[in-house]
């Protein structure tokens, strides 16, 4: 078997529906996963969702459900929303499920076995909104508010288990220095989360009482149930935690954004080195979408909730969207802004007038003059050459690039080849070529179409649906990404517009 790929998005909440801030990591986990099959990987890409929250249960008692009612019904709408947007996880967890409780309850037995958990007290500033403590200090700063939703802190003072963090405060900096084995990245988050371990590091809570029995009993303290933060992280393991599955651990990329990196690069890693497991490969952390200008937010109604987005994926289809997404999302340390000037600016740009303009082009030109059949090409053409060569050279950067998560310039660079291969066609004017040499008329028209194919090929996984009508068209499905793989002579199929341009007016 070849080399194995074992990506993860968050779970999500399921206090409510999913909205674009979800729909974007799963759908870069999806793009990552898509291009791990496409080079020959073994591919493991597991999403889900976060149940045992305490604001599910009270989302669940305003609307006179069961907290597994409401769970049931925003798990699902989650798990239809990630189809509906040809999300291709291979499994969907939910920490409700029994067999990842039952693991859950196994790991934190073995660490209370070790030793590496506790039974002590702790007193503290308490976000309930956030389920987290926060230290004095930062309560102190914050005023002792919510700095989420404005709510007051709580002072709290529970029994606990804890967790001995603070032993495995020089292994993760060592970790985090060396970086063969694990990374925290982009660079800009490593160097916060080493800061951060820097400051010092105390043992935390990993239980909490009075959850009204939602949530996963500590084995042997069913007055106890497992935080919801350390149940949920637990997901990425126990999902593989079996035969079939283990040789997928540890994961290569865990995708998250900026809000949760203290538990993905701190807790995480440290609670896996007390169960003596292997470390994820990279943990990386993205930004965040903000919508026409500002934080995305229910009052000031620029949140991009579920009903925008399948707005969206209505007028310009899923694979627009999911384009969009890849390309302008906040996947580096900067936020980036969704407005609906920017998508239409970007779906006109790159998708109307360079990707569907060069198949109507193409397809347009080798009907009028080569009866709709790819024709003959000339191997000896130096205009041939060139771009063969280039494109070549695209094809083999671009699994270099993903492999080091530089999705966003890998797809730029794409974009880019097509709009060379559109110029090209202009410069050569095959109109005109016809005229004196059909020959090289022919071998122009067939290096524009194989280099169409070429990125066609590539741009599969993030636009499944459009990249297989221009294949389809092009008689090249299920065609790789060797140069000349398109077929002298094939029939081309007849399509309609690819991406029509998009008029402001038409709205
Ligand atoms: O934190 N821009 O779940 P959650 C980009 N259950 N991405 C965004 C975003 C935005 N504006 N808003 C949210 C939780 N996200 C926990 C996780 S994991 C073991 C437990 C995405 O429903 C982003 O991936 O609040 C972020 O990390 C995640 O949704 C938080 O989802």
């Not at 993030?462 to 499905?477: D, Q, R, W, Y």
């Amino acid at each position: 078997m070849n080399s194995k790929f074992y990506v993860t998005t968050p779970i999500y909440y399921v206090n409510d529906k999913p909205h674009i801030g979800h729909l974007y990591t799963t759908t870069m986990a999806d793009i990552l996963a898509r291009y791990h099959r496409l080079f020959k990987e073994d591919v493991f890409f597991l999403t889900g969702t976060d149940e045992h929250a305490a604001k599910v249960v009270e989302a669940a008692k305003e609307r006179g459900l069961t907290p597994l009612q409401w769970a049931d019904q925003n798990a699902a709408a989650f798990a239809e929303t990630f189809q509906k947007f040809f999300i291709t996880n291979n499994d969907f967890v939910r920490t409700t499920q029994e067999r990842h409780q039952k693991k859950v309850q196994d790991y934190v037995a073995k660490l209370m076995q070790t030793g590496d958990v506790f039974s002590g007290e702790y007193e503290g500033w308490y976000d309930a909104g956030q389920e987290e403590y926060v230290t004095d200090n930062k309560a102190k700063d914050y005023d002792y508010k919510s700095p989420i939703n404005g709510k007051p802190l709580l002072r709290k003072k529970e029994r606990n288990y804890f967790f001995r963090l603070s032993k495995y405060a020089p292994k993760l900096l060592e970790l985090l220095e060396k970086r063969n084995e694990f990374d925290v990245q982009p660079e800009a988050r490593r160097n916060e989360t080493i800061n951060r371990i820097k400051e010092g590091l105390n043992d935390v809570p990993i239980s909490r009482s009075g959850t009204g029995g939602w949530g996963i009993p500590i084995p042997g303290d069913p007055d106890q149930n497992v935080y919801v933060w350390i149940d949920a992280l637990f997901n990425y393991l126990s999902i593989v935690d079996t035969p079939q599955r283990r040789h997928y651990w540890p994961a290569d990329v865990h995708l998250i954004a900026k809000d949760i990196l203290w538990f993905h690069a701190v807790i995480w890693p440290a609670m896996l080195l007390a169960l003596e497991e292997p470390l994820p490969r990279v943990v990386y952390s993205h930004s965040f979408w903000t919508s026409e200008g500002q934080k995305m937010s229910k009052s000031l109604g620029n949140f991009i909730d579920l009903d925008k987005i399948e707005d969206y994926a209505w007028r310009f289809g899923v694979d627009a969207l999911r384009w969009f997404l890849a390309t302008n999302g906040p996947f580096e340390t900067m936020d980036s802004d969704f407005s609906e000037n920017k998508f239409i600016g970007v779906y006109n740009s790159d998708l109307a007038n360079d990707y569907g303009n060069l198949l109507n082009r193409i397809s347009g030109l080798i009907g009028k003059y080569f009866n709709g059949e790819v024709p003959e090409y000339d191997t000896a053409s130096p205009f041939g050459q060139v771009i063969k060569e280039t494109i070549s050279e695209m094809v083999e950067r671009i699994p270099k690039k993903i492999n080091n998560l530089e999705l966003q310039e890998a797809l730029v660079e794409m974009m880019r080849k097509v709009g060379l291969l559109n110029s090209q066609l202009e410069f050569q004017a095959p109109w005109q070529q016809m005229k004196q040499d059909p020959k090289l008329a022919a071998t122009t028209l067939y290096v524009v179409a194989e280099g169409l194919r070429l990125c066609t090929v590539l741009l599969q996984p993030v636009m499944p649906e459009k990249t297989k009508i221009v294949l389809e068209v092009l008689g090249a499905a299920g065609t790789g990404t060797k140069w000349g793989e398109l077929k002298s002579g094939t029939k081309l199929k007849t399509h309609g517009p690819l991406f029509p341009r998009f008029e402001m007016e038409k709205q």
